[in-house]
Every structure is written in structure tokens, then in C-alpha cells.
């Protein structure tokens, strides 16, 4: 097992304020290795929602779990949401003891009940797939191309990993998604999965997607949030603020997964990826997802003009605006639009995420730096 020590800490803490926490992530990231890594350090009591027996064990729940104390792990919760409600009767009462440790793979807003049973006891941890600092800088371009979901990262060889990746995208789209309650056709959602990842760090455009599946827009959108809540495809938002200028209101959206992502292009290798027209848009992704988690921030945007002028992402820390750029280049340089962005969004400082490594400035506000550096950066920012 790789050390995940980050998102164990992270529920520990939320235990600290919740009597229920929720790990929420794709299916195959590493919930319940994780949770029952948990598990084996404190006394515990396990229900998989997708066993049998631990089905058959919670067909009277009330009784199943009223006793229990300690830590109570709940895998896959999605699969009887009326488990929340009891959950909330439970966790008021004074007596009851135990802490929930719940897992899903899909985000509350998909599973009925969640926010409106247990608002106020329940906390929320977000697991993806592993990341750089997890596995090590030297393997970074293998986790890149394979992705980090443990199997497909972890696979003895390319064509494993790969054979791994379009098994996975075949039970999703055949098993996992008719668990939820929807009836989509597997086809019909792969084609819509494929189309977008060749818009892979573009803007969404609802219409556009309608026609190449002849669907109305709101069935284009459905399936957008079907896969948005389902950890597969992230949803990027458009930062618009009063500027006298027309900017970009619709967001971009990006395959969440660098592995999927490149077995929806039919990328094996990163001999292929380098020789694909996409390699540019994967590289970004790939950054994008890091950052983002490893600030640990649901304030992420990009932002974009309809005259040119745009920036692939900009958080918030501390109360100041940090802007960032990927380019898949071996030197990057600076270019006017960074210096509009700077401007107009009163940006603290920009940073030009490329694969080299080496640290330099580009400008006073403006500096390129290797993704591997990131979670140094962070952590000097998040403890300042």
C-alpha cells in the first residue's frame, strides 16, 4: 500500500467536528483500502454495501447499528441512501457513541438525502486518485499516462494498464451507473464520454454536444452531470467579474483521470501521447488536478475574454488571487496575456506550471515553475 497519510489526517480532523464523515471519489481510487487501513488502527465494525452478506446484515438497520461504538465504516452508502436518514436519528441520540466513517462514489448531490438528512453532522473528504507527491517525483510521466487510479498506476505493464483502464470504463458505464438509478445506454454515454475528452480543457457547449448525439441540450446536460457527480469529468467555472470587457461564461470541462482521459483517446503509450494533438490539453488537465488538490479548494475558476485574453486557473489563499498556466513547452515565456490577466484580476503573483525542473522568473509577478514544486508552494501559503 502507497502511505496516504494527507487524507487520513483530513478525517481525523473532520471527526474532530462531525460525528459523520463522508470519503468521497471514483470508484477505484483507494476508499476502502484506505478506510480499512483505518480500520486496523482502532476498533471497528465494516459493511460493504456491495457484499452480500454485509447487505444482509444491515436488512434490519436500526438494530444493526443502534449498539454500536467506536468507528463504523459504511463502503459504497450510495447504494441504500435511506441509510441517512436513520443515521441522523442515531447520531442525535445522547448515548450513541459510534463515528460514522461513510464512503461513496458519487457526490451528495446525486444521492438523495445527504445534505438535507445529515446538514450540520456530517463532513466531507475528497479522495481522487494517487498523486505525485504520494507516489514519488520519479514516476511522475508514469502517472501521468496511466493515470491515478491504484490499478491502473500500479499495473505490472503498459498493456495491462491499459486493459485495466477499458475494463473499468466498460463496468462503469454497464454496472456502476444502473446502481444510481439511471437508465442511460452504455453506448450512448460512452459516445458522450469520448466527445469530452476531445473537448478536453475546452469551454462546455451544450449545443454543440446536442447535435453530434442528436439529444436536446438538457440531455447533453443530464449526462454532463451525471458524469461531473460521479467523480469522472470535472466542471471548471468561468471567473466574470464587472471589467467593461465581454468575458467567457460558460465553463470548461476537463476528463478528471489522465489515464481515462488517454484511454478515451486510444493513447497507450507516452511515445503516443507525445505525438497526439491532445498532449497539450493532457498536460494541463494533469497540473489542474494537482493544484487544485493540493490547496484543497472548491474556489477554482478560469478565466477568458472574447478578445483573447485569458488564464487557465486562478484560486484564492488567503485573501489574494494566484493565477496559473500550463504549457507542455521546455522553456515558457511570458505573453501578453498573462500581464492582462495580472491587470485585470489583480492577480498576486502568476505561475507557469511546465514539465522542466527549474525555477525561474519570468517577470516580478510571473514565475515557471516544475509541477513538482507545487506542493512546496502550497504548503509554505496554506501555513503562512
Given at each position: 500500500?502507497?502511505?496516504?497519510?494527507?487524507?487520513?489526517?483530513?478525517?481525523?480532523?473532520?471527526?474532530?467536528?462531525?460525528?459523520?464523515?463522508?470519503?468521497?471519489?471514483?470508484?477505484?481510487?483507494?476508499?476502502?483500502?484506505?478506510?480499512?487501513?483505518?480500520?486496523?488502527?482502532?476498533?471497528?465494525?465494516?459493511?460493504?454495501?456491495?457484499?452480500?452478506?454485509?447487505?444482509?446484515?444491515?436488512?434490519?438497520?436500526?438494530?444493526?447499528?443502534?449498539?454500536?461504538?467506536?468507528?463504523?465504516?459504511?463502503?459504497?452508502?450510495?447504494?441504500?441512501?435511506?441509510?441517512?436518514?436513520?443515521?441522523?436519528?442515531?447520531?442525535?441520540?445522547?448515548?450513541?457513541?459510534?463515528?460514522?466513517?461513510?464512503?461513496?462514489?458519487?457526490?451528495?448531490?446525486?444521492?438523495?438525502?445527504?445534505?438535507?438528512?445529515?446538514?450540520?453532522?456530517?463532513?466531507?473528504?475528497?479522495?481522487?486518485?494517487?498523486?505525485?507527491?504520494?507516489?514519488?517525483?520519479?514516476?511522475?510521466?508514469?502517472?501521468?499516462?496511466?493515470?491515478?487510479?491504484?490499478?491502473?498506476?500500479?499495473?505490472?505493464?503498459?498493456?495491462?494498464?491499459?486493459?485495466?483502464?477499458?475494463?473499468?470504463?466498460?463496468?462503469?458505464?454497464?454496472?456502476?451507473?444502473?446502481?444510481?438509478?439511471?437508465?442511460?445506454?452504455?453506448?450512448t454515454l460512452r459516445r458522450f464520454w469520448t466527445m469530452v475528452a476531445?473537448?478536453?480543457?475546452?469551454?462546455?457547449?451544450?449545443?454543440?454536444?446536442?447535435?453530434?448525439?442528436?439529444?436536446?441540450?438538457?440531455?447533453?446536460?443530464?449526462?454532463?452531470?451525471?458524469?461531473?457527480?460521479?467523480?469522472?469529468?470535472?466542471?471548471?467555472?468561468?471567473?466574470?467579474?464587472?471589467?467593461?470587457?465581454?468575458?467567457?461564461?460558460?465553463?470548461?470541462?476537463?476528463?478528471?483521470?489522465?489515464?481515462?482521459?488517454?484511454?478515451?483517446?486510444?493513447?497507450?503509450?507516452?511515445?503516443?501521447?507525445?505525438?497526439?494533438?491532445?498532449?497539450?490539453?493532457?498536460?494541463?488537465?494533469?497540473?489542474?488536478?494537482?493544484?487544485?488538490?493540493?490547496?484543497?479548494?472548491?474556489?477554482?475558476?478560469?478565466?477568458?475574454?472574447?478578445?483573447?485574453?485569458?488564464?487557465?486557473?486562478?484560486?484564492?489563499?488567503?485573501?489574494?488571487?494566484?493565477?496559473?498556466?500550463?504549457?507542455?513547452?521546455?522553456?515558457?515565456?511570458?505573453?501578453?496575456?498573462?500581464?492582462?490577466?495580472?491587470?485585470?484580476?489583480?492577480?498576486?503573483?502568476?505561475?507557469?506550471?511546465?514539465?522542466?525542473?527549474?525555477?525561474?522568473?519570468?517577470?516580478?509577478?510571473?514565475?515557471?515553475?516544475?509541477?513538482?514544486?507545487?506542493?512546496?508552494?502550497?504548503?509554505?501559503?496554506?501555513?503562512?
Amino acid at each position: 500500500m502507497i502511505p496516504r497519510p494527507e487524507p487520513i489526517r483530513q478525517i481525523e480532523t473532520s471527526f474532530q467536528i462531525h460525528p459523520v464523515t463522508a470519503l468521497l471519489g471514483p470508484r477505484q481510487c483507494g476508499k476502502t483500502t484506505l478506510a480499512r487501513f483505518i480500520a486496523e488502527q482502532e476498533p471497528s465494525t465494516v459493511f460493504d454495501l456491495e457484499n452480500p452478506v454485509d447487505i444482509q446484515r444491515l436488512s434490519a438497520p436500526m438494530q444493526a447499528l443502534k449498539d454500536l461504538s467506536d468507528l463504523v465504516i459504511i463502503d459504497e452508502i450510495q447504494r441504500k441512501p435511506e441509510l441517512f436518514e436513520l443515521l441522523r436519528v442515531l447520531v442525535d441520540r445522547s448515548r450513541q457513541n459510534a463515528r460514522f466513517l461513510l464512503l461513496g462514489s458519487a457526490s451528495p448531490h446525486l444521492v438523495k438525502g445527504v445534505s438535507e438528512s445529515l446538514a450540520g453532522r456530517i463532513g466531507f473528504v475528497d479522495l481522487a486518485g494517487f498523486q505525485l507527491w504520494e507516489v514519488g517525483v520519479q514516476h511522475r510521466d508514469r502517472l501521468w499516462i496511466r493515470g491515478g487510479l491504484p490499478k491502473a498506476f500500479l499495473a505490472d505493464s503498459e498493456p495491462d494498464s491499459t486493459q485495466w483502464r477499458e475494463s473499468f470504463i466498460r463496468t462503469f458505464l454497464e454496472r456502476d451507473i444502473p446502481q444510481f438509478g439511471i437508465t442511460i445506454a452504455a453506448e450512448t454515454l460512452r459516445r458522450f464520454w469520448t466527445m469530452v475528452a476531445h473537448y478536453h480543457g475546452q469551454v462546455w457547449n451544450a449545443a454543440e454536444f446536442a447535435r453530434a448525439l442528436g439529444t436536446a441540450e438538457n440531455t447533453a446536460r443530464r449526462y454532463l452531470d451525471i458524469l461531473t457527480g460521479t467523480y469522472m469529468v470535472r466542471v471548471l467555472p468561468p471567473w466574470f467579474e464587472n471589467l467593461k470587457k465581454r468575458q467567457v461564461k460558460a465553463p470548461k470541462i476537463y476528463i478528471r483521470d489522465s489515464g481515462l482521459f488517454h484511454s478515451l483517446l486510444q493513447v497507450s503509450t507516452l511515445a503516443d501521447l507525445r505525438g497526439h494533438p491532445k498532449i497539450g490539453a493532457s498536460w494541463e488537465g494533469f497540473a489542474l488536478e494537482h493544484i487544485i488538490h493540493v490547496f484543497r479548494t472548491r474556489d477554482a475558476y478560469f478565466w477568458a475574454t472574447h478578445a483573447g485574453a485569458e488564464l487557465d486557473l486562478m484560486v484564492t489563499i488567503a485573501g489574494k488571487r494566484h493565477g496559473f498556466e500550463f504549457k507542455y513547452t521546455d522553456a515558457p515565456g511570458r505573453k501578453r496575456s498573462m500581464h492582462i490577466a495580472i491587470e485585470d484580476l489583480g492577480l498576486e503573483h502568476l505561475w507557469v506550471i511546465y514539465p522542466g525542473d527549474q525555477k525561474y522568473a519570468l517577470d516580478s509577478k510571473i514565475t515557471a515553475i516544475p509541477l513538482e514544486e507545487i506542493l512546496q508552494l502550497a504548503q509554505t501559503w496554506l501555513t503562512t
